[in-house]
């Protein structure tokens, strides 16, 4: 069974910086891209930042980029979502999911999901 487990999130001022991460069981993340979505209540899920299975590329939605870095830790088998100069619009559930050898925005080409872990940042 695969499970991915979200951890991390919390309450923060805006400004400031956060690293959620991933812990993945049952899956090898170094052999599968990997992807951070967000969602709001009553709002679509939102692509956040994906990496591929090699871990040498990396995508951002614009909303992010620059500000939020995803990354990977093999050894430990866990993805990681590096959150800095925080927005109250950043504000939402965010979920990792574990997907094919390439890396996309697609949330329909991922096929596990995580929990979701909660980030509120306050004005």
């Known amino acids: 069974q695969v499970q991915l487990v979200e951890s991390g999130g919390g309450l923060v001022q805006a400004g400031n910086s956060l690293r959620l991460s991933c812990a993945a069981s049952?899956?090898?993340?170094?052999?599968?891209?990997m992807g951070w979505f967000r969602q709001v209540s009553g709002k679509e899920r939102e692509f956040v930042a994906t990496i591929s299975q090699s871990g040498g590329t990396t995508y951002y939605a614009d909303s992010v980029k620059g500000r939020f870095a995803i990354s990977r830790d093999n050894a430990k088998n866990t993805v990681y979502l590096h959150m800095n100069s925080l927005k109250p619009e950043d504000t939402a559930v965010y979920y990792c999911?574990?997907?094919?050898?390439?890396?996309?925005?697609?949330?329909?080409?991922?096929?596990?999901w995580g929990q979701g872990t909660q980030v509120t940042v306050s004005s």
């Open positions: 049952g899956r090898t993340v170094g052999s599968h891209a």
């Open positions: 999911a574990s997907g094919t050898w390439r890396l996309t925005t697609n949330p329909h080409e991922y096929d596990y």
